[in-house]
């Protein structure tokens, strides 16, 4: 059931992206936009579309909410796949956008693919004047400076520095590189459903966890042909991760008991909430 719903969400938000970059021309950076948001989990735009229908969201609007983070997403990929940055060859199992085309085209697909989020939120098909402002104001917030871009910043840091991370710090930096993107899709949603985003908030901070925590295990313990990308390039670096830190199994524990926090948090919207509790059991359980 949950496999079909995931996938039903993952076919529609392909169909509406491709129809909002229809107009977009055919340019190397147009097509770099659509070859960069094809395919991938969509996790953060499920959980848009998800929230919204628990709350009572316009699903016209939380449609595009959702392409708008899977925008952010994807631009967040193409500039961490860069040289200056991780370095990759592989995404999703094909080329790297700066591998496919070069490094200026990422760059720029990067760049046009940020703007083109906040584009989509802007449009008065997404509500009223005050979800619309509430939309770009955090989303804004949450990939940028004391977000995602902040997350970024302190991984790279830690790549250079005297000494590993600690547990701590290496919860804080993912709580804002991959955490900050999952957090909002469930703001997102409840801003469209006029709901109270604490409770689910709480949910989304503890998958946004648990989601990092397996792919430090995936990067030790997956194969390169279902991930679609390098791994191991963590243990060959040096970097300190969950993993490194807390060892398979406490790591495996420690990701199991957040997903524990995370159904947790879901009690009051009673059975409505039971694909939001699957979806937090997929994130800990996928191979990819």
Same mark, same amino acid.
């Given at each position: ?117 906040? #584009? /989509?939120? =802007? ?6 004047? @005050? ?5 770009? +104001?955090? &989303?804004? $917030? !949450? ?28 919860? #804080? /930096?993912? =709580? ?6 999952? @957090? ?5 949603? +409840?801003? &469209?459903? $006029? !709901? ?28 390169? #042909? ?18 490194? &830190? ?43």
């Amino acid at each position: 059931m949950f496999d079909a719903k995931l996938k039903e969400a993952q076919d529609a938000i392909a169909r509406a992206l491709s129809d909002r970059m229809a107009g977009l021309g055919a340019d190397r950076v147009a097509e770099g936009m659509r070859y960069a948001t094809a395919g991938g989990k969509r996790l953060r735009g499920f959980l848009v579309l998800e929230v919204a229908r628990l709350t009572g969201g316009d699903a016209g609007a939380a449609m595009q909410a959702a392409c708008a983070v899977e925008c952010i997403h994807a631009y967040s990929l193409v500039h961490d796949d860069l040289p200056c940055m991780d370095d990759d060859d592989l995404r999703r199992g094909l080329p790297t956008v700066h591998r496919k085309w070069d490094e200026a085209t990422a760059i720029l697909v990067g760049d046009a693919l940020q703007a083109f989020a906040f #584009e /989509l939120l =802007a449009d008065p098909v997404t509500g009223d004047g @005050d979800q619309r402002s509430e939309l770009v +104001a955090t &989303l804004a $917030r !949450a990939a940028g400076p004391r977000g995602m871009v902040l997350g970024q910043a302190q991984d790279i840091a830690a790549e250079t520095a005297a000494t590993p991370l600690t547990l701590d710090q290496i919860t #804080e /930096l993912q =709580a804002n590189k991959t955490g900050a993107l999952l @957090d909002w899709p469930v703001v997102a949603g +409840a801003i &469209l459903g $006029r !709901a109270d985003p604490a409770p689910l908030r709480r949910y989304a901070r503890a998958i946004g966890l648990a989601f990092q925590i397996a792919d430090d295990i995936l990067d030790v313990e997956g194969d390169v #042909e279902k991930t679609g990308k390098a791994l191991r390039k963590d243990a060959g670096a040096g970097k300190a991760t969950f993993v490194s &830190l807390l060892g398979p199994g406490a790591a495996k524990r420690r990701a199991k008991a957040l997903i524990d926090e995370a159904t947790a948090a879901l009690v009051p919207y009673g059975p409505e909430a039971e694909t939001l509790k699957q979806l937090a059991r997929f994130v800990i359980s996928r191979d990819q």
